[in-house]
């Protein structure tokens, strides 16, 4: 009965492979590279603790057990807006909107931008979480390859074809879920020109830009892009933040930093959808960030290269010939590419049978379902032995 009256875009949202994995976090005995996933121990529990106190006491317990502004917390904004100073991206919490995690804001782009048939250019692969928010939307989607030689009349002509127009440019560019990789400043001066020639936005997803383990800062797009063009309000990139991986996924915060038109339409979709995000945990993010926001990401930062080294080191030792991997200098991934004749989702189902070992199969990531033999491992959450004893086991696996 439900298939007959389900509207056409039910037909394009299916589970997300992420979200069923993590069910096996409830098994004691399997090592899980699975989810994108923060250390809970490194939580800066005590800071919310008082922040929590604080906001419940009598200066504030009514402001945030009360309805709020549809486009957030007007402090958290305004430190908002001078973290994005810090990054070469001038602007005034005007710009700022608050969204229920960075996730809220990709499904708010996709329903801004694309209509039926309309093209979204991706990276092959991307994001997991992004393909499922625009998928709604009934898009297409193209490769993005910012140093290809593709012409911008060749991604429209693609995209008329399929009857619709080239709509945004999707970009994780700093450790992108899933492979870690990152867009190098030539990369991203190229997507701007792309985006340009084509009037189209760019989505820019900075989701792990605090999380740098080494080399130099590369600026965000939308900094580029404001060193070109002068202000905020001339950018056609919309910047998409999170508290998620840096203070707490739990409290659900993030925020998009965009030229002013942008962010009032989105404002209306925040309005229609949710009213505003909650305003206790607003407030609580807010004296969080202020009391230590910096050091604490300093610590991160320390905590989170040592993992990354451990699983780099237990790659090289344990994987068979033929399995290659990414060097990320920063987020929470390495991406591995098996030999052609291996499928990541059959191995995974052996992985758990076997070894009782849990990663991502990278068929998913890729919106045409294609490359099959590559998996994504995280190494944020698991411990140095538990890395060791996982990484030795996904190579006798393999070997087998």
């Given at each position: 009965?439900?298939?007959?009256?389900?509207?056409s875009?039910?037909?394009?949202?299916t589970?997300?492979?992420?979200?069923?994995?993590?069910?096996?976090?409830?098994q004691?005995?399997?090592?899980?590279?699975?989810?994108?996933?923060?250390?809970?121990?490194?939580?800066?529990?005590?800071?919310?603790?008082?922040a929590?106190?604080?906001?419940?006491?009598?200066?504030?317990?009514?402001?945030?057990?009360?309805?709020?502004?549809?486009?957030?917390?007007?402090?958290?904004?305004?430190?908002i807006?001078?973290q994005?100073?810090?990054?070469?991206i001038?602007?005034?919490?005007?710009?700022?909107?608050?969204t229920?995690?960075?996730?809220?804001?990709?499904?708010?782009?996709?329903?801004?931008?694309l209509?039926?048939?309309?093209?979204?250019?991706v990276?092959?692969?991307?994001?997991?979480?992004?393909?499922?928010?625009?998928?709604?939307y009934?898009?297409?989607?193209?490769?993005?390859?910012?140093?290809?030689?593709?012409?911008?009349?060749?991604y429209?002509?693609?995209?008329?074809?399929k009857?619709?127009?080239?709509?945004?440019?999707?970009?994780?560019v700093?450790?992108?879920?899933?492979?870690?990789?990152?867009?190098?400043?030539?990369?991203?001066e190229?997507?701007?020109?792309?985006?340009?020639?084509?009037?189209?936005?760019?989505?820019?997803?900075?989701?792990?830009?605090?999380?740098?383990?080494?080399?130099?800062?590369?600026?965000?797009?939308?900094?580029?892009?404001i060193?070109?063009?002068?202000s905020i309000?001339?950018c056609?990139?919309?910047?998409?933040?999170?508290?998620?991986?840096?203070?707490?996924p739990?409290?659900r915060?993030?925020?998009v930093c965009?030229?002013?038109?942008?962010?009032?339409?989105?404002?209306?979709?925040?309005?229609?959808?949710d009213?505003?995000?909650?305003?206790?945990?607003?407030?609580?993010?807010?004296?969080v960030a202020?009391?230590?926001?910096?050091?604490?990401?300093?610590?991160?930062?320390?905590?989170y290269?040592?993992?990354?080294?451990?699983?780099l080191n237990?790659?090289?030792?344990?994987?068979?010939?033929g399995?290659?991997?990414t060097?990320?200098?920063g987020?929470?991934?390495?991406?591995?590419?098996?030999?052609?004749?291996?499928d990541?989702?059959?191995?995974?189902?052996k992985?758990?049978?076997?070894?009782r070992?849990?990663?991502?199969?990278?068929?998913?990531?890729?919106?045409?379902?294609?490359?099959?033999?590559t998996?994504?491992?995280?190494?944020?959450l698991?411990?140095?032995?538990?890395?060791?004893?996982?990484?030795?086991?996904?190579?006798?696996?393999?070997?087998?």
């Amino acid at each position: 009965m439900w298939d007959q009256i389900f509207s056409s875009r039910m037909s394009r949202m299916t589970a997300s492979e992420i979200r069923e994995l993590l069910k096996l976090l409830d098994q004691p005995d399997i090592i899980s590279f699975a989810g994108g996933i923060p250390d809970p121990k490194l939580f800066p529990i005590a800071a919310f603790q008082d922040a929590f106190a604080e906001t419940l006491g009598p200066d504030t317990q009514n402001e945030a057990l009360q309805y709020s502004a549809s486009e957030g917390y007007p402090p958290l904004r305004d430190w908002i807006a001078a973290q994005m100073a810090k990054l070469g991206i001038p602007c005034t919490r005007d710009n700022i909107l608050i969204t229920s995690g960075s996730q809220q804001a990709l499904d708010y782009l996709g329903k801004l931008f694309l209509s039926p048939n309309d093209t979204a250019l991706v990276s092959w692969p991307t994001y997991l979480g992004a393909l499922g928010a625009f998928n709604a939307y009934e898009p297409h989607y193209d490769r993005l390859m910012p140093h290809a030689n593709r012409t911008p009349a060749d991604y429209a002509a693609r995209a008329a074809d399929k009857g619709g127009k080239v709509k945004f440019a999707y970009a994780s560019v700093d450790f992108a879920n899933p492979t870690g990789e990152t867009i190098d400043r030539a990369g991203r001066e190229s997507l701007l020109d792309l985006a340009d020639e084509l009037n189209i936005a760019v989505i820019e997803d900075a989701a792990y830009q605090s999380l740098r383990y080494d080399g130099d800062a590369i600026p965000p797009v939308l900094a580029l892009e404001i060193a070109r063009k002068g202000s905020i309000e001339n950018c056609r990139t919309i910047y998409c933040g999170s508290f998620s991986k840096t203070l707490s996924p739990g409290l659900r915060v993030g925020w998009v930093c965009a030229a002013k038109p942008v962010i009032s339409r989105l404002v209306l979709m925040k309005q229609a959808a949710d009213l505003h995000s909650a305003t206790i945990n607003q407030i609580a993010i807010t004296k969080v960030a202020k009391a230590c926001f910096d050091d604490h990401v300093s610590n991160l930062r320390n905590a989170y290269k040592k993992r990354r080294d451990y699983m780099l080191n237990a790659l090289s030792k344990h994987m068979p010939d033929g399995v290659t991997w990414t060097q990320p200098e920063g987020g929470m991934f390495i991406w591995l590419t098996l030999p052609d004749h291996m499928d990541g989702a059959t191995m995974l189902a052996k992985s758990l049978e076997t070894q009782r070992v849990a990663f991502v199969p990278g068929r998913a990531f890729h919106a045409d379902g294609s490359c099959g033999n590559t998996i994504r491992l995280n190494f944020s959450l698991p411990d140095k032995a538990t890395i060791e004893e996982g990484i030795k086991r996904l190579g006798a696996l393999l070997r087998s």
